[in-house]
Every structure is written in C-alpha cells, then in structure tokens.
C-alpha cells in the first residue's frame, strides 16, 4: 500500500525503537519491470544490513548504521512510499515471505532511484 511521508517515519521510528535488523538494497536507476528502463548512462547497485539509528523529522532524512558503513537518505523529495506486511498476507505467500522478511518499505526517488527496505526476522544485538 502507498504511504505518506509522515506514515513511513512513524514506521522508521518503530524500527529504531526495536532495533530492528533490516536489509537495505538500492538500485540506480530503479529497473522496473514494466517501465524496462533501458538508458545508457551511470548504474549503480547497493545492500547491506543496517539498522535505523537516527531520524530526523524536520529535516527529512533518516540515517541507517551498518557494520561497511552507514547510509543517510533524504526522504523530502521522495515521489513515493510503498509498504508491505507480510505477516498478513494470505497463507502460502505469508508463509514463503515470513521465511526471509516480515515487511517490506519501498522508497522511490524522482530520479528512478529506488531504496528497498526489508525489516528481517531476527533483532540486532544491543550495543
């Protein structure tokens, strides 16, 4: 479902709260299977395993920590948040989904950058 930009902080925050292990992945610019993108030019592709550790409101951009390095991404701009929740999809789908992810947070950028966000089963240790 589609969320607003105050929806997908409160679930950045819920995130921080819990310390929340979660993937990141990221992909410029964004191939989306049915737009093909096909344009010459610079590629690039991210991921790693982060955790939220600051998020500022105000200012609109959110801060995660890994152990390669951390990754701060401004969401002011963002044409749109798309999340997922697998805990309810329907049976087998929850089921092969659960495996990996509990939910999902797609953040798309005007530039066809795309940041995908997957909150993982287990917590990260406590510092």
Request: hydrophobic content about 40%; aromatic content about 10%.
């Amino acid at each position: 479902m589609i969320i607003s930009l105050e929806e997908t902080f409160a679930l950045l925050n819920k995130w921080k709260e819990e310390s929340a292990l979660l993937a990141v992945a990221g992909e410029s610019p964004f191939r989306d299977m049915l737009r093909g993108i096909e344009d010459r030019g610079v590629r690039w592709t991210m991921s790693q395993s982060v955790r939220v550790s600051r998020i500022e409101t105000q200012q609109g951009f959110v801060e995660f920590e890994g152990p390669t390095g951390n990754l701060s991404l401004s969401l002011k701009r963002c044409r749109r948040f798309f999340y997922e929740d697998h805990r309810n999809a329907p049976g087998d789908m929850r089921k092969a989904a659960e495996a990996l992810t509990l939910s999902a947070l797609s953040i798309f950028f005007p530039t066809d950058d795309a940041f995908l966000v997957y909150e993982l089963q287990e917590p990260l240790p406590r510092r």
